[in-house]
């Protein structure tokens, strides 16, 4: 098990930037799969990018490709988030998550560690 904090939203103009952070807790953040995923009032939570536990393989929602940049330093313990040219319709709460496994990185119900979320709003 490992703990998540995410942290660096806020608000944001349409076109801008902003990048979010989540550190784990625990010595055994490299043996994890990392994903962010979000959730926009009324909406089902959707998956966003995710990482394998080396940082060699990606993926991303159609919705943020090209856009957005999922990384991590496992020496730091942290998985990262670029967003750029942010659309009001990325507006929504993210949250970082965690599971062992490639398998279906897109699922929502397969990850077993959650942070907290952050909330990122983008104005138009």
């Known amino acids: 098990q490992v703990q998540l904090v995410e942290s660096g939203g806020g608000l944001v103009q349409a076109g801008g930037s902003l990048r979010l952070s989540c550190a784990a807790s625990g010595r055994t953040f490299s043996n994890y799969v990392m994903a962010w995923f979000r959730q926009a009032p009324g909406k089902e939570r959707e998956f966003v990018a995710g990482?394998?536990?080396?940082?060699?393989?990606?993926r991303y929602a159609d919705s943020v490709k090209g856009r957005f940049t999922i990384s991590r330093d496992n020496a730091e313990n942290t998985v990262y988030l670029q967003m750029n040219s942010l659309k009001p319709e990325d507006t929504a709460v993210y949250y970082c998550?965690?599971?062992?496994?490639?398998?279906?990185?897109?699922?929502?119900?397969?990850?077993?560690?959650w942070g907290q979320g952050t909330q990122v709003t983008v104005s138009s």
């Open positions: 990482i394998n536990q080396s940082g060699e393989s990606t």
């Open positions: 998550a965690g599971k062992n496994a490639w398998f279906s990185v897109t699922s929502t119900w397969l990850y077993t560690n």
